[in-house]
């Protein structure tokens, strides 16, 4: 089936530092695949997203590349704040629209320290 | 973006009893809504995905009549833990799909607390 593995936390930084986050998935077809970020005491929000091979999702200075040749879409940052402190999740699903729910991995929380 | 509310937020109650959490749309209307359980440190699990004015489908394991769910309308799914025990205690999140759309959009979540 469809799974996601992003790496283990608790990723701790220094304000200005270099943010990769390391997302790997197992799909078949040709998932769309996601990063969600959740801000303490705050829901799920969307920030970013990329449905096709090659596509680079980007929001809010953060980046991922849809990798298919190594089924990766790893996030990076290249200066991180302490606003950035959060939970933040990698998911897909498995169909580029309609009611497909999401398959998430287990999140990484980043601390961000001035 | 699009608001999803949950209620409550946090909710203790004593096993045996039965609780109810709302999921509402606040600006759009969401022809699908799906029930995910977060455990401390482990990745959000889909519970079920309910679509307004049809029963909801569940996730294998997942006992549809202890986790009853209903999407009456385009802006509200009702999940309801029925006869809660210790372990039932989890953290609940929902999330709203417009229909014809892509992202889905999370609500805040519910902690139950189940003694």
């Known amino acids: 089936g469809n799974s996601v593995t992003q790496m283990e936390g608790p990723v701790t930084l220094s304000e200005e530092a270099f943010l990769t986050i390391n997302c790997t998935y197992t799909a078949t077809g040709y998932p769309s695949l996601f990063w969600y970020v959740q801000y303490p005491g705050e829901g799920l929000q969307l920030l970013l997203k990329a449905t096709k091979a090659d596509d680079k999702g980007s929001n809010k200075g953060f980046e991922a590349t849809y990798r298919k040749e190594t089924t990766s879409f790893h996030l990076e940052k290249g200066s991180v704040q302490v606003s950035d402190s959060a939970v933040y999740f990698c998911a897909l699903t498995s169909a580029n629209s309609g009611n497909t729910p999401l398959v998430f991995g287990k999140g990484t929380r980043l601390s961000v320290i001035a | 973006g699009a608001v999803v509310s949950q209620h409550p937020s946090r909710v203790i109650c004593k096993s045996g009893t039965s609780v109810k959490i709302e999921c509402r749309s606040l600006d759009f209307q969401a022809t699908t809504m799906f029930w995910y359980r977060q455990f401390p440190k482990q990745s959000l699990m889909l519970m079920a995905t309910?679509?307004?004015?049809?029963?909801?489908?569940?996730e294998q394991g997942v006992e549809k009549d202890k986790f009853l769910i209903n999407h009456a309308s385009l802006t509200l799914s009702t999940l309801t833990v029925t006869s809660a025990h210790p372990e039932d205690s989890s953290f609940y999140i929902c999330s709203a799909l417009e229909g014809g759309k892509e992202t889905q959009y999370f609500g805040p979540g519910t902690r139950l607390l189940v003694l």
């Open positions: 309910s679509n307004e004015g049809s029963k909801a489908t569940y």
